[in-house]
Structures are given as structure tokens and as C-alpha cells.
């Protein structure tokens, strides 16, 4: 079946650092697969999207690139904030039935450091 | 600006206690989702509905139920609430329309079963 596999947190780093958050995933076909991001109290909300190979997403200085040969979706930013401290999710989105869930990683936590 | 509301943010239930968690949404979307999230175990997907009246077990249905009487509102019952369903519960909704479109949250519901 469909899976995402994210990397374990917390991930801790000083302000204006690099920010990599791998994401690899499992699926048939060819899924769309997205980043959520969950502030401290409240709940999801999409940071960005990819919908096919090669495509990159893009939002708030982060981004990511659709890589079906190595079945990923890394999350990057170059110079990361306090206000970046949050929970990421990566999921994905298989086309195969209506009304499919999405499909999420089990998140990573970002503890950035002024 | 588009919104799906859970109706509380915290609840404390006892043991053995039928439990209602209500989620509207606004959008005029087919599909609605409950996940529950908790640690190290990220998002994971409860029930979902993709009409009126339909509804589809996700990945850990047992102990809870739903109802989808109207297309704006999904309720999720916990039919005798115990401590293992102490947790955070996220309500979604996504149009139908293909993998590339965006699911919305609620801002949760914080479950705690005494």
C-alpha cells in the first residue's frame, strides 16, 4: 500500500541555518504529494505541493522537488526563522478512488533558535 | 475565507462516557476526514466520508463511529470512551476533483479520557 516515511525529529538549529527534512515515499502509480505544517495550537495547513515528476513546490522560502526516481520529497529552506518552529507532515495522494485520504508521515518537529 | 470548525478545543470525558465530537465546514466539500494524532505516531486516519449518509473506515476505526446526516457536518462518537483514546482528533474536508487538491483542518479537538 501507500506510505510516506519521514526523517525523525526534533530537528534543533540556529537561526539563519539550512533546513533539509527528507520525505520518501510508497505508492502505485503516480501520487501528488504534499508538505503540511502545524503550528504550536492549531491545526494543519498546506505549506506546498507537488502534482507530478520534477515539479517543484514552493511557499514562504521553502521548497521541495517531485523526484520519482528516488520516490522523494525533500523539504529545504535556506536560512530558517524562530518563527519556523513547528511540526511538518509529508503526505501524499494516490489517485486511484474518490474521496482518497491523504496519507501522512508520521512528522518532523523544528525547534529553531535565535 | 474558508474554514472547517471542530467544536471544542479541549474536552475531559470519563471513562465509559458516549462522546461527540462535532466538525462543520464551509466549502461545499464532498469528503471529510478524522484523523487522531499522537506522538511518534503522526496523523492517522479514523473514518471518512465522501457524501451524505457514506462513510469508509480508515487505518484504525475500532471504538469510534460517524455520522454524515448533512454534507457541511461530520461527527465523530466514541461509543464508550476509554483512556487509550485520550489524544488529539483532527477533522478535514477536501473537494473532489483529482490527488492535487488541498485538504483543510480543523484546529483539533484535545481528548482527554479520565
Known amino acids: 500500500g501507500n506510505s510516506v516515511t519521514q526523517m525523525e525529529g526534533p530537528v534543533t538549529l540556529s537561526e539563519e541555518a539550512f533546513l533539509t527534512i527528507n520525505c520518501t515515499y510508497t505508492?502505485?502509480?503516480?501520487?501528488?504529494l504534499f508538505w503540511y505544517v502545524q503550528y504550536p495550537g492549531e491545526g494543519l495547513q498546506l505549506l506546498l505541493k507537488?502534482?507530478?515528476?520534477?515539479d517543484k513546490g514552493s511557499n514562504k522560502g521553502f521548497e521541495a522537488t517531485y523526484r520519482k526516481e528516488t520516490t522523494s520529497f525533500h523539504l529545504e529552506k535556506g536560512s530558517v526563522q524562530v518563527s519556523d518552529s513547528a511540526v511538518y507532515f509529508c503526505a501524499l495522494s494516490g489517485r486511484d478512488q474518490a474521496g482518497t485520504a491523504l496519507i501522512f508521515g508520521k512528522g518532523t518537529t523544528l525547534s529553531v533558535s535565535s | 475565507d474558508v474554514k472547517v470548525t471542530q467544536s471544542s478545543r479541549y474536552l475531559v470525558k470519563r471513562t465509559g462516557e458516549k462522546v461527540f465530537l462535532e466538525c462543520v465546514q464551509d466549502?461545499?466539500?464532498?469528503?471529510m476526514f478524522w484523523y487522531r494524532q499522537d506522538p511518534g505516531l503522526g496523523l492517522r486516519l479514523i473514518y471518512f466520508s465522501y457524501d451524505v449518509k457514506m462513510k469508509e473506515k480508515g487505518d484504525i476505526p475500532e471504538g469510534y463511529s460517524v455520522s454524515r446526516e448533512k454534507k457541511e457536518r461530520f461527527s465523530l462518537i466514541l461509543e464508550s470512551a476509554s483512556t487509550n483514546q485520550t489524544s488529539m482528533y483532527l477533522c478535514?474536508?477536501?473537494?473532489?476533483?483529482?490527488?492535487?487538491?488541498?485538504?483543510?483542518f480543523g484546529q483539533g479537538t484535545r481528548l482527554t479520557v479520565v
Open positions: 505508492a502505485t502509480g503516480y501520487p501528488s
Open positions: 478535514a474536508s477536501r473537494k473532489t476533483g483529482g490527488a492535487n487538491t488541498e485538504a483543510f
Open positions: 507537488a502534482t507530478k515528476a520534477d
Open positions: 466549502m461545499d466539500h464532498e469528503n
